[in-house]
């Protein structure tokens, strides 16, 4: 490899670096604002299951470290999830300029909405999913049996609960980027909606606990949104495609 070649490489190593570090410090920056109130942002996210366990029991903790370090953790996940904006934009500012001017005109807003998408599958999951699943689950319990849920244990349930709802609100980002990458199109699509509907369904067995609230409650906005995908990407066409086409269509009136 030339000095030539070597320099460019390693000048984009060097803004990898430092875009690296500029999220790492504003993740610790919203961290150390955060970590004062660990445990009344623990309390918050525990209590759509403190809410509807029965009378008199409460969650535990099995080890002695445990009730210190699962509030600062789940700090620490709160303080990556606020910073989700600033991390797409330093991708963005990263890829953008390999990209081509058409290129940049259709990430800019599937980051915004990929982002917004995604805080909107969690609150989905907060405010929606776990009121109806804790309730049924803890009403479920076999008679003399208590319910006392370790805290850990807990945060690692929502936190999954939370990927899984922030992830598969992103299915009208994927559509998009499918149908512009022209791997499928929108009538392809729209051609296969029972088998999306079925697999929809099934992602939501795999991603949720072992009951039907869940689960539904997963499938249903997924095919929702993949409605919702299928008729935005029918709007984000490329230039170049645009193009294509055209001069493609003037090819064959010409050969007729």
Not at 35 to 58: E, H, K, Q, R
Not at 96 to 119: G, M, N, W
Not at 133 to 140: G, P, Q, S, Y
Not at 228 to 254: C, M, P, T, W
Request: proline fraction near 6%; charged fraction near 15%; glycine fraction near 4%.
């Amino acid at each position: 490899m030339s000095v030539e070649e070597t320099q460019p490489l390693i000048s984009h190593l060097l803004e990898l670096r430092d875009r690296l570090l500029r999220s790492i410090v504003v993740v610790a920056i919203i961290f150390l604002g955060l970590v004062y109130f660990a445990n009344d942002i623990y309390s918050f996210v525990a209590s759509p299951l403190l809410s509807v366990l029965p009378n008199g029991t409460t969650m535990i903790a099995t080890n002695i470290a445990t009730p210190f370090f699962t509030p600062i953790k789940l700090t620490a996940v709160v303080a990556i999830f606020l910073a989700v904006p600033f991390l797409l934009h330093q991708i963005w500012a990263f890829v953008a300029p390999a990209l081509y001017q058409d290129e940049k005109r259709l990430v800019y807003p599937l980051l915004i909405s990929s982002t917004l998408l995604f805080y909107l599958g969690v609150a989905f999951a907060y405010y929606v999913v776990f009121p109806l699943v804790f309730a049924f689950l803890t009403k479920t319990a076999p008679e003399g049996v208590a319910i006392a849920t370790d805290i850990s244990s807990y945060l690692d349930f929502v936190l999954a609960l939370f990927l899984a709802f922030g992830i598969c609100f992103e299915v009208p980002v994927a559509i998009i980027l499918l149908c512009w990458a022209d791997i499928t199109t929108p009538k392809a699509l729209r051609k296969k909606r029972p088998y999306i509907i079925v697999g929809a369904f099934f992602v939501g067995m795999l991603l949720t606990p072992p009951d039907a609230i869940s689960q539904t409650l997963l499938a249903i906005p997924m095919w929702l949104l993949f409605e919702v995908g299928v008729i935005l990407a029918g709007f984000y066409r490329s230039k170049e495609k645009d193009d294509d086409e055209h001069n493609q269509k003037n090819e064959d009136d010409i050969i007729k």
